[in-house]
T-cell receptor
Framework: AQKVTQAQTEISVVEKEDVTLDCVYETRDTTYYLFWYKQPPSGELVFLIRRNSFDEQNEISGRYSWNFQKSTSSFNFTITASQVVDSAVYFC?????????????FGQGTILTVHP | GAVVSQHPSWVICKSGTSVKIECRSLDFQATTMFWYRQFPKQSLMLMATSNEGSKATYEQGVEKDKFLINHASLTLSTLTVTSAHPEDSSFYICRPNQETQYFGPGTRLLVL
């Protein structure tokens, strides 16, 4: 069965610090998709990225970057020069079965607090 | 882009009453809708999968007679919490199978 582990329950940083959120996953499928979502206090899930298992290129989007390593089954998320608005709960998720439209298995979430 | 709406966004009810939550896909057709539940300070857990025109499938441990799901059209799926109790207080979120990144905004249920 698939599993997603976010070992960091809570992270606290000061504004402008870089922070990395870890995500480790387990799946028996060779085709799968990985996601990161942000959940601000309002509760609505904000999509950040989707990556398929065949694309191991790292990706950068503004202050956000993702490091996907199949060899260690990890899909880590880094925020550079963090800001107070980055404070939220961040979830890593996995969709296997060969489709990105299937069930999502979520990690436990990491609460990020950025202090001014 | 695709948009998913949920109604109501907030509901407070007395124990023993039933609550219906609607999830609509506004500009696309969703043959499948996933319903998730999130208890305070916890992660999202899949409750059930609704399929248009057929019975929903429920995850292990979710009572199908308590959480009634109806997917009567390609744009509307409903979740009814029957005889709600305080332990059902949670955040309920839907997600269509069309575009993975789109979740509904969620419904906060508080049962007193």
């Amino acid at each position: 069965a698939q599993k997603v582990t976010q070992a960091q329950t809570e992270i606290s940083v000061v504004e402008k610090e870089d922070v990395t959120l870890d995500c480790v996953y387990e799946t028996r499928d060779t085709t799968y998709y990985l996601f990161w979502y942000k959940q601000p206090p309002s509760g609505e899930l904000v999509f950040l990225i989707r990556r398929n298992s065949f694309d191991e290129q790292n990706e950068i989007s503004g202050r956000y970057s993702w490091n996907f390593q199949k060899s260690t089954s990890s899909f880590n998320f880094t925020i550079t020069a963090s800001q107070v608005v980055d404070s939220a709960v961040y979830f890593c998720a996995l969709s296997d079965g060969g489709t990105s439209y299937g069930k999502l298995t979520f990690g436990q979430g990491t609460i990020l607090t950025v202090h001014p | 882009g695709a948009v998913v709406s949920q109604h109501p966004s907030w509901v407070i009810c007395k124990s023993g009453t039933s609550v219906k939550i609607e999830c609509r896909s506004l500009d696309f057709q969703a043959t499948t809708m996933f319903w998730y539940r999130q208890f305070p300070k916890q992660s999202l857990m899949l409750m059930a999968t609704s399929n248009e025109g057929s019975k929903a499938t429920y995850e292990q441990g979710v009572e199908k007679d308590k959480f009634l799901i109806n997917h009567a059209s390609l744009t509307l799926s409903t979740l009814t919490v029957t005889s709600a109790h305080p332990e059902d207080s949670s955040f309920y979120i839907c997600r269509p199978n069309q575009e993975t990144q789109y979740f509904g905004p969620g419904t906060r249920l508080l049962v007193l």
